[in-house]
Nanobody, 122 residues
C-alpha cells in the first residue's frame, strides 16, 4: 500500500525555521512531481510549492517565495520543504502529494499524506 508520511512540523516562533519531510513507502516519487500544500483552520487547502520529476524545476506560491525551498532525494524516497523566516500566517497543516507533473492544481495530485501541523507564534 502506498503511503506518504509527513514529519518535522511543530511550534516555532516567528522568524524561525522548520524542515518538513515527506517519506514515501516505495519508489512512488521516482519520475513524478511532488508538491506541498497547506490548510489553515476555516480555509481551503492551498498550494505552497512543487518540484518536477528531475528536481530541476520548482514553483512557489507568492506568499512563500524566497522563504521556502522544496527539494527531493529520490534515493531516500523523500521530499523536503525547508521553511525559513516563518510568519504566524504560515500556521497550517502541511500536506505532501504526488503528481505526474509539477502543477499548482490540487486535483492533479493522486497520493496525499496525512499532514503535519506547523504553528508559528508571534
Amino acid at each position: 500500500q502506498v503511503q506518504l508520511v509527513e514529519s518535522g512540523g511543530g511550534l516555532v516562533q516567528a522568524g524561525g525555521s522548520l524542515r518538513l519531510s515527506c517519506a514515501a513507502s516505495g519508489r512512488i516519487f521516482s519520475g513524478y512531481a511532488a508538491g506541498w500544500f497547506r490548510q489553515a483552520p476555516g480555509k481551503e487547502r492551498e498550494f505552497v510549492a512543487t518540484i518536477n520529476g528531475s528536481g530541476r524545476t520548482t514553483y512557489y506560491a507568492d506568499s512563500v517565495k524566497g522563504r521556502f525551498t522544496i527539494s527531493r532525494n529520490d534515493a531516500k524516497n523523500t521530499v523536503y520543504l525547508l521553511m525559513n523566516s516563518l510568519k504566524p500566517e504560515d500556521t497550517a497543516v502541511y500536506y505532501c502529494a504526488r503528481a505526474y507533473r509539477a502543477t499548482i492544481r490540487t486535483e492533479d495530485y493522486d497520493y496525499w499524506g496525512q499532514g503535519t501541523q506547523v504553528t508559528v507564534s508571534s
